[in-house]
């Protein structure tokens, strides 16, 4: 069994199944060592200029764009800021499995997890390897004192060794399996990191369904705020042509009033003219008779 991923290795994988490479085949949040490696790289930069800080959401979108910008290929491999901090989750989870192995090995064990030493540089600080105590010198005890059956025994018994105390008897070493605790503890570390998987998409699909909900929420505020839009323009454009009916009708009745004294005028004007072209003719005529 593979103590990075959990799965049967070809040597022990049954005949039927053969072993597989891509344990979570077909997930739409799985990460190449690619990108994962891009990721780290923008994530510790930031995460040292902010003095091992935490990163804020205009960093994460950063370090989400500096991973798009390398690994997208299409909409569906589209990396998001949420999804970018659960796989650091991830993998901080991952790294302290391994630094816990690496520490109760004694330093013989030595990771093969392509990230441990890039995370140990950065984070290895907040993990630190677990101090052993030291196992008690045998045969020494302490401010040692007579057991409560001695103290009431008819024979008596002589006083004893403050210092020193019979050993106890040693029992062989019991043999462990190496390979079958190696796999117990694989089987461990791959159950946690599949459950730290779990857990990432778990979040990742909550995160996507509140965007979702609330980008439906906005298109719906959206179209409620343009449906009383149309409604004011349509009520202004009916105000608006009324208005202009009513200012035509007015210009209509002005013109016919004004028209009706221009009539007039012209009529009494015509009258006077032909009133003194008759004058003029009649007393053009009396003078050519006399």
Known sequence: MDSDTGTLSPATAPATRPATTTPFHGREDCWSEDATATLIEAWGDRYLELNRGNLRQKHWQEVADAVNARHCRSARTRRTDVQCKNRIDTLKKKYKIEKARVSDSDGVYTSPWPFF?????LIGDNFPAAKKSSPPVAGV???ATPPIWALYSPVPVGPRSATLKRPAPTLPPVPLDDSSSRRNF?????AAIAAAEDEETERSSIGSRRRDREREDGCRELAQAIEKFAEIYERVEGAKQKQ???????????AKDLEFPRMQLFMETQVQLQKIKRAKRSSGTGNSSI
């Open 141 to 143: 005890h302490r401010n």
């Open 244 to 254: 202009m009916v009513e200012l035509e009708k007015q210009r209509m009745q002005f």
């Open 186 to 190: 694989s089987a461990f570390a791959a």
């Open 117 to 121: 030493t890039r995370l140990d540089a």
